[in-house]
């Protein structure tokens, strides 16, 4: 895919299913994520993966 088809097929989702995202995908997703582009490599972003399902309730919580 062209990066500009890329940029402009990206959409924001909503709307979740119950569908487990596979580890191997997760773990290429973060490695992907740490090439992102950032002023002068200072890094300025984290990633939390959270797998518990009470902590991804509070952080609901919090985030509302």
């Keep these: 895919m062209e ?3 890329a940029v402009n097929k990206r959409r ?3 709307r ?3 569908t487990r995202v596979p580890e191997s995908v ?3 997703c973060l ?3 740490v090439l992102a582009a950032n002023s002068s490599n200072l890094q ?3 990633f939390y993966w959270v797998r518990d399902e ?3 309730k ?3 919580e919090a985030c509302f």
């Design 44 to 46: 300025p972003w984290e």
């Design 3 to 5: 990066f500009f088809d």
């Design 58 to 60: 509070k952080i609901i």
């Design 54 to 56: 009470e902590k991804k």
């Design 26 to 28: 997760m773990r290429k």
């Design 12 to 14: 924001s989702v909503r």
């Design 31 to 33: 490695k992907a994520s």
């Design 16 to 18: 979740f299913t119950d």
